[in-house]
T-cell receptor
Framework: EADIYQTPRYLVIGTGKKITLECSQTMGHDKMYWYQQDPGMELHLIHYSYGVNSTEKGDLSSESTVSRIRTEHFPLTLESARPSHTSQYLC?????????FGSGTRLTVV | KQEVTQIPAALSVPEGENLVLNCSFTDSAIYNLQWFRQDPGKGLTSLLLIQSSQREQTSGRLNASLDKSSGRSTLYIAASQPGDSATYLCAAHFGNEKLTFGTGTRLTIIP
């Protein structure tokens, strides 16, 4: 099993600001994922990583970027936030028990 | 294209009844299937994982089945309670490393 942490839990930020959403895990799992979910809508994979220095774009095009410098951390960055980026962002790790998700970050860009 | 479908989109059931949630998928070469629960505005909580070699998994009042030949999975909830109200999502690994999600069934248990 994995403990996975996302911060912040909620974020309200102005248009044009740079933001980084944090995702960290404690068990050293290689495979990590970022999903985007609009209210009442399905989840869409936007980024994934198979390990350190590995990052790939997911099925849904996103203006965000990710990095994986350390196994434990998989941060997501938006260089210039826009209202269209308002959504919930969910991070997950792949374990032997399937995928485990963090609590998510609800981002609002005003 | 590998797809996962959940019907109905919403379901209301009186407290105490048993119920079944349905999930269908288009590719029989499924690696595993996972059921999640999501409360409003929250993350996903894993309920059950079924490997492709398994037919069912049980946890408490929950039982999930997998039939690869028909492309179907079901989540059975026994003796439903108001606390079971949530959106239930199924998701499949089709041999790649990415989960494909269904659109979910929003379940309401009526006290």
């Amino acid at each position: 099993e994995a403990d996975i942490y996302q911060t912040p839990r909620y974020l309200v930020i102005g248009t044009g600001k740079k933001i980084t959403l944090e995702c960290s895990q404690t068990m050293g799992h290689d495979k990590m994922y970022w999903y985007q979910q609009d209210p009442g809508m399905e989840l869409h994979l936007i980024h994934y990583s198979y390990g350190v220095n590995s990052t790939e774009k997911g099925d849904l095009s996103s203006e965000s970027t990710v990095s994986r410098i350390r196994t434990e951390h998989f941060p997501l960055t938006l260089e210039s936030a826009r209202p269209s980026h308002t959504s919930q962002y969910l991070c997950a790790v792949r374990t032997s028990q399937g995928n485990t998700f963090g609590s998510g970050t609800r981002l609002t860009v005003v | 294209k590998q797809e996962v479908t959940q019907i109905p989109a919403a379901l209301s059931v009186p407290e105490g009844e048993n119920l079944v949630l349905n999930c269908s998928f288009t590719d029989s070469a499924i690696y595993n299937l996972q059921w999640f629960r999501q409360d409003p505005g929250k993350g996903l909580t894993s309920l059950l994982l079924i490997q492709s070699s398994q037919r069912e998994q049980t946890s408490g009042r929950l039982n999930a089945s997998l039939d690869k030949s028909s492309g179907r999975s079901t989540l059975y909830i026994a003796a439903s309670q108001p606390g079971d109200s949530a959106t239930y999502l199924c998701a499949a690994h089709f041999g790649n490393e990415k989960l494909t999600f269904g659109t979910g069934t929003r379940l309401t248990i009526i006290p």
